[in-house]
């Protein structure tokens, strides 16, 4: 037999239980840093390669992607499938690497290009001895130089983290026996 005070506290205690089990149930909702229509770099466990596409929506614990280029696809990716998805920031101009490559192959066809050139045309008089290697160096940095403008034309896209949120602590509490309450706490990562 059960007093009124004892089912009024087992009311107040399964009123409680069933608001931090909705509590929970609302906190653990995933959520994603990104607005829809955002162009992202998805990579995820079940891809060879990085998808490039726009960022739709967040559906439960999946994303869902409309892939850009040629494929042009809708691809929804569980979020514990992904490993790491980036926003992109725009084209920037970032030139160094590119004129450092372009001066690099500019100088060393020039070099060629100057060495077979002398080889070839034989300026020298009787008078004067034609210097190789100085036309060699000269077209080398001039093929250098021009190596070195072409890649200040390049520009390439960058990209920042978007944070993934996977650990999730979930309270749980139920009956245990007649009359008990048991309580537990589960982490998930």
């Known amino acids: 037999m059960t007093t009124p005070l004892r089912r009024t506290v087992r009311w ?10 909705v509590d929970s149930a609302h906190a653990q909702a995933p959520t994603l840093d990104l607005v829809p229509g955002t162009r992202v770099r998805v990579t ?14 967040l559906r439960g614990d999946t994303a869902m992607f409309i892939e850009e280029g040629s494929g042009r696809g809708i691809w ?7 490993r790491k998805i980036e926003r ?15 001066a690099a192959v500019g100088g060393v066809v020039g070099l060629v290009g100057g060495i077979a ?4 045309a034989k300026p020298s008089t009787e008078g004067r001895e034609y210097n190789k290697w100085g036309t060699a160096s000269i077209a080398a940095v001039l093929g250098a130089g021009l190596g070195a403008a072409i890649g200040t034309r390049f520009a390439t896209e960058k990209w920042t983290d978007v944070p ?3 650990v999730a602590l979930t309270p749980m509490v139920g009956p245990a026996g007649a009359k008990g309450i048991r309580a537990s706490v589960s982490l998930a990562f």
Request: one cysteine or more; hydrophobic letters at 40%.
């Open 12 to 21: 107040l205690c399964a009123v409680a239980i069933t608001g931090l089990m």
């Open 164 to 166: 993934l949120r996977r």
């Open 76 to 82: 929804s990716i569980q979020l514990g499938d992904i």
């Open 88 to 102: 992109s920031d725009g084209e920037k101009r970032s030139n160094r690497p590119y004129m450092i490559r372009g």
């Open 44 to 57: 995820s466990a079940n891809q060879v390669a990085p998808l490039i596409a726009n960022f739709m929506s």
């Open 117 to 120: 050139f002398s080889n070839s």
